[in-house]
């Protein structure tokens, strides 16, 4: 047989049941975050802001460059003959005066040997006369024509000597053998290419600046660049600078030097350069989302006493994120970066981010 409760212990015990439930319940509500309609709901219009505050800024510009060799050579033959040797091959580095080409120089050596043995005798003629004239048995007309005759030959013999050497053709500087374009007993003439030898432990980097700039890029600077399919950035010093701005382009050549250990950059590759041109050290700069174009120009809103203020600004230097305000705002503003279709002068605005 149940028991009941005496009527006031059993509504003591249903007061405090409910209790309970109602503070679990408020407890639960407070953890789950704020609804969209909720936000929504609340006063004001909720955007992003931005406190601007002065920094550092590069000026800089966006040019297209081309990389060049330190040295750079079409290796030819000054002669027309055979190709009998080449001891190199494609793709070696090789020391300055290494034999790349060896001609046939027969024909030249027996030519060589024959004016040797002119040259003896007219040795032979030019001492009988030089004694003969020193004890008055000779003329001196046909002294001074022995004496001629075999300072010719001697010339001759260094003019042959000289031919025999370019049969030899050596590599004019260190450096890397390119495509080999011609093999033993192939008949070589004077001009055509047999191969290249370049120099590429250092790279050159040649790019073209416009003429506003031209005094803004010296002999010194560093600049930075980056070529294609790869993301790496390579510093490069420049050296020179043309004379002249060319007339056509109004451009300045301008030419940079790097380093190029293992070979990485090959000369004939295109560069892509940030050229920095000076830089600004109380710049300010607004995130570019924040900014609104017009025919009068660019504005944005700032967050003045809770309430949107619409402000003309004058930008300078920007990019893909920042952009630079070089007139209307100054260090602590706060700017609206978002939202802004919403907004009109004068909106309340709830802060949602801070940046």
């Not at 046939?104 to 004016?115: F, I, M, N, P, T």
């Amino acid at each position: 047989m149940n028991r009941l409760l005496p009527p006031p212990l059993f509504l003591l015990l249903s007061f405090f049941i409910i209790t309970l439930i109602n503070a679990c319940t408020s407890r639960a509500n407070q953890n789950e975050p704020e609804s969209p309609a909720a936000i929504a709901a609340a006063p004001g219009i909720p955007a992003d802001v931005h406190i601007v505050s002065p920094g550092a800024i590069n000026q800089l510009i966006e040019i297209a460059g081309t990389l060049a060799a330190n040295q750079e050579v079409s290796v030819s033959s000054e002669l027309t003959k055979k190709v009998v040797n080449v001891p190199v091959k494609e793709g070696h580095t090789v020391p300055k005066g290494a034999l790349l080409f060896q001609l046939d120089d027969a024909d030249l050596q027996a030519q060589l040997e024959r004016l040797h043995q002119q040259e003896k005798l007219a040795a032979l003629n030019e001492g009988r006369l030089k004694d003969l004239i020193a004890h008055d048995a000779a003329s001196q007309q046909d002294y001074d024509q022995a004496a001629t005759n075999l300072a010719v030959i001697k010339a001759e013999i260094r003019q042959q000597e000289t031919t025999i050497d370019k049969t030899r053709i050596r590599a004019p500087f260190a450096g890397k053998i390119g495509i080999i374009r011609t093999y033993p007993g192939a008949l070589v003439a004077p001009n055509v290419p047999l191969t290249t030898i370049v120099d590429d432990a250092q790279i050159k980097v040649e790019f073209a600046v416009p003429e506003k700039y031209a005094n803004l890029v010296n002999p010194g600077s560093r600049q930075v660049f980056t070529v294609e399919g790869d993301s790496t950035q390579f510093n490069a010093t420049v050296t020179s600078k043309e004379s002249f701005v060319d007339h056509t382009t109004r451009t300045l050549l301008v030419r940079a030097i790097t380093p190029n250990p293992g070979g990485k950059l090959v000369a004939g590759q295109s560069a892509h350069l940030s050229i920095a041109l000076h830089t600004t050290n109380d710049a300010l700069q607004i995130p570019s989302q924040s900014l609104m174009p017009s025919s009068q120009g660019y504005s944005v809103f700032l967050l003045k006493n809770g309430k949107a203020q619409l402000t003309p600004v004058t930008v300078g230097q920007r990019d893909a994120v920042l952009v630079q305000i070089t007139s209307g705002m100054q260090a602590g503003d706060t700017v609206i970066v978002s939202n802004q279709l919403r907004l009109s002068p004068g909106s309340a605005i709830r802060i949602i981010n801070l940046k």
